[in-house]
């Protein structure tokens, strides 16, 4: 069974930088990705950030404006977003989210993740 966990996030100032953490267990498939999406209250959830593991390949939504990175340390099968100058409109819990099988055309659509994390808090605010 897939988990993930996700961790990182907090309370940061306008302006400010953070990574939020993915930790994934369970994977037995070698073609699969993760993603980053986020959830304002009141809003859709939104997709950010996909890695297609298999060959690293990284995609970012437009709405992202290049100041977010999504990596992964092979290691210890731990995936990454990083954020740079984080703006009040960034608050929102932030969820990573796994498929068995990479399809770019769906990687924005959170009904083509099958595993979820719990979230992690992320509030901008000076």
């Known amino acids: 069974q897939v988990q993930l966990v996700e961790s990182g996030g907090g309370l940061v100032q306008p302006g400010g930088t953070l990574r939020l953490s993915c930790a994934v267990s369970g994977f037995t498939y070698d073609d699969y990705a993760i993603a980053w999406f986020r959830q304002a209250p009141g809003k859709e959830r939104e997709g950010l950030a996909c890695?297609?593991?298999?060959?690293?390949?990284?995609y970012y939504a437009d709405a992202v404006n290049g100041r977010f990175t999504i990596s992964r340390e092979n290691t210890k099968n731990t995936f990454y977003l990083a954020v740079n100058n984080l703006i009040p409109e960034d608050t929102a819990e932030y969820y990573c989210?796994?498929?068995?099988?990479?399809?770019?055309?769906?990687?924005?659509?959170?009904?083509?993740?099958?595993?979820w994390g719990q979230g992690t808090q992320v509030t901008v605010s000076s």
């Open positions: 989210a796994s498929s068995p099988i990479f399809m770019k055309k769906f990687i924005w659509n959170p009904e083509f993740y099958s595993a």
């Open positions: 890695i297609n593991v298999s060959d690293g390949s990284q």
